[in-house]
């Protein structure tokens, strides 16, 4: 057996092309478009390059970007004011704050600044409650991106036994709580998990996301698994021996071009949302 891969790109190419429909029809109602504001701290290369390609993207789809940059050595309290100042702003509709911040920087109280109305990147405790009570909201990006994929390729999820690699707060946790939604048997592990392999090899559906470059060997999983590879290490380097898992998986994500294309499909089809929402409430 050799998988097919699963073409996040082409997936969200689709999402894209459905997002230009949606905020043509959203300016024609509303006589405005949709705006994100990201919110950059410091000067990581990284991070610069991403918050260029979220713009870029963006624009693409008809969203109006606001791009915020403040100074590497600004303060949480300096962070937090700014966030909570476009949280206010009735002219902005969703937020995203680029992780990770400088270390000095306390990025959970910069997170917790940004309106849950506003949180279109699922990052804030409100948003992470929702996900994890099945209540209506805002999913963290790459775990709502993971399940549209998911769904995009028809996998069954009720019954099915799904191990997720990792537990970080804005992947690890919150996709097994949207995989538990859906009536997965959910497992959690990470790097310090006694068995890994023995406990791999039970899942139906892997979703590696621990940030270790091919933690997950090609022998550990089962024949016929889909496999979710959510890591992305220096040098187009995933979580999953992907060579040797492709060789007995039926679907399995290449990185790049899996997972990471489904997480700003994500964040932009949850600005439109947001953006709906609030010209539905009352002002």
Known sequence: MTAEDMDGAAVAATMFENLKADVEEFVQRFGRRPVLATVLVGDDPASHTYVRMKANRSRSVGIDSMRIEIPAQATTDEVVARIRELSEDPSVDGILLQH??????????????IDSSKDVDGVTFASFAKMGLGASGFHAATPGGILAL??????????????VVGR?????????????????TV??????????????????????AVGRPELIQGAWIKPGAVVIDAGYNPGNVGDVE??????????ITPVPGGVGPMTIAT?????????????ASPA
Not at 100 to 113: C, K, M, N, S, T
Not at 188 to 208: F, G, N, P, Q
């Open 100 to 113: 990770p911040v400088p270390p000095h920087v306390d990025g959970r109280a910069a997170f917790e600044a």
């Open 150 to 163: 998911l769904d995009a390729y028809d996998v069954p999820l009720a019954g099915k036994h799904a191990v």
């Open 168 to 184: 970080s707060p804005i992947l690890g946790k919150p996709v097994g709580l949207l995989l538990l939604e859906r009536d997965a």
């Open 187 to 208: 497992t959690y592990c990470h790097s310090k998990t006694r068995d890994l392999e023995s406990i791999v090899a039970t899942a139906d559906i892997v979703i590696a």
């Open 242 to 251: 992907y060579t040797k898992a492709r060789e007995v998986a039926r679907l």
């Open 267 to 279: 964040l932009l089809r949850q600005t439109v949302a947001a953006a709906l929402e609030r010209e």
